[in-house]
């Protein structure tokens, strides 16, 4: 939608962009009441920093697409308000707007910000000592440079300059920030943050400011309501009931005050900002400002305009001129678009009254239209909910490759079952129409990761891909040593033949078969001590993927303690039917485990699913992000094992992460002499950067409760049909109760098995065995002296790969098996190898 005339006979499209955005400038610096020459010299100074764009007719398109604005006007404005005094004006701009690239584009801004300086005499040698940093030779977007003027009377504004930590790549822009505060003597500064998902901005205030900072700015996607406590650092924090109140009221959540769905709100449209300011090299930020983009989460403008006066009156604040500086901007009403106010923020600095801060679109170049509930996405307080207590929502994804699916008559699927002897792992893969026989490795990487693989740097050594995946990797899990490793089981072996010794005893909540093998093939002893909720398949207790925490004590304490080498939390529990361990399970293991000296390490696989299920369940985290989860619970532990082909989403990859560097070199070691050099450990170049690419996009908060939902909706077709699943089903998987549903099948003949085959059989869906194929054990004479003690399933789901209906097929199949349970029959082998037999055995039915 075009912006209509201003009534001055030309039409507005005739004019130019310079002379709409200095008019719009003269007339909030009048409403303001600033002088008529001072504002005459600010509406001049915006033009000329503008450049030649300044004389573009506004009929032409936008002169380029930034993002300074949603319309690409390269002007924004904002009124600050703070007691007893007018608003005060203020004028972002990207002078760089009409270059041809980024790099030309942050060389202009430089040139603006030296012109500047010369001009009313300040220096910008805290700007020049971060050149290179943010405005490298090829500097990625989405900006290179841009300008905040704050226009006081007097015509000399305060100067501030934007920056882009990402511009070096967005896995580089915590580093670049780290290293920028470090030069400016904000020594260790960047520890002090919250964890967040992006950090769009490093801010710098140049020129005559009393108290001048570094800020920097980071964006929280899906931010829960009862979270912002958390996010602010410093010293004298602002009362968290207030920076709620303030979310809510911007947000529109007021209804939700005190409701309990109050927790469930999150701001999960575009995302609230969050500023931290240094004044001072030691004690920790000074200011803290919270950015809500009101224009995502209210129907028009005149709804945004009724928030911020609400927020201006609660802080006495004048709420008077803001109906008019609108209307200094635009001819329009408020109700005929929505992102004339863009964000609203509140500021808290040490020693000052709180501040209000507006920000006003020129929309030079478009209205946006009204929200309507079509053409904004739900928000958490009026999303409905699945049985998991997730967000029902949607794939958070569209399909842009598509892969054919075998669909195959029951005849064939009879002769292939034949001819692999009955054993599921044998079939090929085009013989199946849902392969739910795992989740490794299977899952669909997105165009982000391909774009990064497409990037990847196959140097020998020292390749950029590996400092992109190490910086990654560190940030999330805070170990100091990372090693990449082409799988799992890959960083288990290099880990346990370092850490082990023959005789050592390895404790675990539960072990994963290939982590168990590894412990076993160092010459220990694996044991398993998961807590006792595990033991019941219908118990909906929320964390039966803890360890026990008394027999862990008792064990330490016990004459075997002194031969415990390392204690295992596999989160998810896999071989407990993928059941979350707490953060309280994993804080009193960790305390147990350094009490003792003995080592508590991670098996990451599923660290996000893990964390979303925490964020869900258990109180204490209720408001956090899975991310800030996930980065607690890496930092509880010595170190991890990570098969990134769970929640790395990749096809290949895993890591080590240690923070002992004597052990690390040790492993370093035989990762040099069996996965490969340090800095690729078995992989490209190409699989590093889309597992730090998966590895971001694992803990996005839509994508993880889209994974939630998805398994949600699938335990209840399956409990519909008449099945039972080990409860609550988790994120991975669903674990079917084969002991219950074929009752008449007794544990040597293998219920599991026997649904499982029938699951081709009638679907071509294929699962896995969890029983006592997997886990039984017979004598020389193939008597059965060991069963499982659960007769299980898995139905592994694939991480982005299935839909809803192919999960509907799954039901309706299960559905066809249960009414004629009866007449699923068992097998026996006749063929089998001494470990892992269940990947290779050979069956035949049994029939009577
Ligand atoms: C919990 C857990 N740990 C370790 C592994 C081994 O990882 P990989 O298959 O990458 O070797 C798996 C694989 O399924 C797993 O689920």
């Not at 506004?58 to 308000?81: A, G, N």
């Not at 990625?140 to 100067?159: D, M, S, Y």
């Not at 992109?468 to 899990?477: A, K, N, Q, S």
């Not at 890591?655 to 078995?682: H, M, Q, S, V, W």
Request: glycine share 10%; aromatic share 6%.
């Amino acid at each position: 939608m075009s912006a209509t005339g201003s009534g001055t006979g030309r039409t507005r499209e005739d004019r130019t962009l310079g002379e709409l955005v200095a008019g719009q400038l003269l007339r909030l610096c009048r409403e303001s009441g600033l002088a008529r020459t001072d504002a005459e010299t600010y509406a001049r100074l915006l033009t000329d920093s503008l450049g030649a764009v300044a004389e573009r007719p506004l009929r032409l398109p936008p002169p380029s697409r930034t993002f300074l604005s949603d319309d690409s006007t390269p002007v924004e404005f904002s009124l600050s308000f703070t007691p007893d005094a007018p608003a005060s004006v203020r004028v972002l701009l990207e002078p760089g707007c009409g270059t041809g690239s980024l790099r030309e584009n942050g060389r202009a801004g430089l040139d603006a910000v030296r012109s500047m300086a010369r001009r009313w005499g300040f220096a910008t040698d805290r700007l020049d000592a971060l050149e290179d940093l943010f405005l490298p030779p090829d500097p990625q977007g989405p900006l290179a440079l841009w300008i905040a003027l704050e226009l006081r009377p007097g015509g000399v504004p305060k100067v501030k300059v934007y920056l882009n930590p990402a511009a070096a790549g967005p896995s580089r822009a915590a580093g670049t920030i780290r290293e920028a505060l470090d030069r400016l003597g904000h020594r260790r500064a960047f520890d002090a943050l919250p964890p967040a998902d992006a950090y769009p901005f490093f801010a710098l205030d140049l020129g005559d400011w009393a108290t001048p900072r570094v800020k920097i700015y980071a964006t929280h996607r899906g931010l829960p309501l009862t979270a912002v406590g958390h996010l602010c650092r410093t010293e004298n924090r602002p009362d968290s009931a207030l920076l709620e109140e303030f979310l809510r009221t911007v947000g529109g959540f007021d209804g939700t005050t005190g409701s309990p769905s109050a927790a469930a709100v999150r701001f999960d449209r575009r995302p609230v900002l969050t500023c931290h300011s240094f004044t001072r090299t030691t004690g920790g930020p000074t200011g803290f400002t919270l950015h809500v983009p009101v224009r995502d989460y209210a129907r028009d403008d005149e709804e945004a305009l009724r928030r911020a006066l609400t927020v201006l009156g609660r802080h006495g604040l004048d709420t008077g001129s803001l109906a008019r500086s609108l209307t200094a901007v635009t001819p329009r009403s408020p109700r005929d678009g929505v992102g004339l106010i863009a964000y609203v923020a509140l500021a808290h600095e040490r020693g000052r009254p709180p501040r209000v801060t507006t920000y006003l679109s020129s929309e030079a170049y478009e209205v946006r239209s009204p929200n309507t509930s079509s053409n904004i996405p739900p928000t958490g307080g009026e999303a409905t909910r699945s049985t998991s207590g997730a967000r029902i929502c949607m794939e958070p994804y569209r399909i842009k490759v598509v892969e054919p699916i075998a669909l195959t008559t029951r005849e064939q699927r009879e002769a292939a079952l034949e001819r692999v002897h009955y054993n599921l792992f044998d079939l090929r893969a085009e013989e199946v129409t849902i392969d739910l026989l795992s989740d490794s490795g299977t899952g669909a990487i997105s165009a982000a990761q391909l774009a990064a693989g497409m990037e990847g740097d196959e140097s020998y050594a020292g390749s950029r891909s590996f400092y992109r995946f190490h910086e990654t990797v560190t940030e999330l899990t805070g170990y100091r040593h990372i090693l990449p490793a082409h799988q799992g089981r890959a960083a288990e072996r290099i880990l346990f033949n370092t850490l082990l010794e023959p005789g050592g005893i390895v404790l675990a909540n539960t072990h994963f078969d290939t982590t168990r093998a590894n412990v076993e093939l160092s010459g220990c002893q694996a044991h398993d001590i998961p807590c006792v909720e595990a033991r019941d398949l219908d118990s909906e207790r929320p964390f039966k993927g803890n360890i026990d925490l008394d027999r862990l004590r008792s064990t330490l304490e016990g004459p075997d303690g002194s031969r415990v080498r390392v204690v295992i939390m596999t989160i998810t529990n896999n071989g407990g039917g993928g059941q979350p361990v707490s953060m309280e399970n994993l804080k009193q293991t960790a305390e147990i485990c350094r009490r003792h000296g003995v080592p508590m390490i991670l098996d990451a696989a599923r660290f996000a699913e893990n964390a979303w299920l925490v964020t869900r369940h258990e109180e204490a985290y209720r408001g956090l992000t899975p991310r800030q989860v996930a980065e607690e619970a890496f930092r509880l532990a010595d170190g991890c094992v990570m098969s990134a082909k769970k929640d790395g989403i990749v096809h290949i990859g895993g890591f080590i992460g240690l923070n002992d560097p004597e052990l690390a070199e040790k492993c370093e070691r035989l990762l040099i002499a069996t996965e490969g050099f340090a800095t690729y450990g078995g992989l490209a170049g190409r699989d590093l950067d889309m597992m730090a690419t998966g590895l971001l996009e694992v803990t996005e908060p839509a994508y993880l409760a889209e994974r939630a939902d998805v398994a949600s909706h699938l335990a209840d077709r399956v409990r519909a049909a008449g099945v039972d699943i080990l409860e609550p089903p988790g994120l991975h998987a669903l674990y079917l109760n084969a002991g219950r549903l074929l009752p008449h099948i007794p544990p040597h003949h293998y219920p599991g098995h026997a649904l499982a085959c029938r699951l081709y059989l009638e679907g071509g869906i294929r699962s896995a065995e969890l029983g006592s194929l997997y886990l039984g054990e017979e004598d020389e004479d193939g008597n059965p002296t060991k069963s499982a003690p659960y007769e299980l399933v898995r139905l592994a789901l694939p991480r982005r790969v299935y839909t809803r209906s192919h999960y509907d097929h799954v039901g309706r199949t299960l559905e066809r098996i249960a009414k004629n349970a009866a007449s699923v029959h068992g097998y026996r082998i006749f063929e089998q190898s001494p470990i892992l037999r269940h990947f290779r055995a050979k069956l035949q039915p049994v029939t009577n």
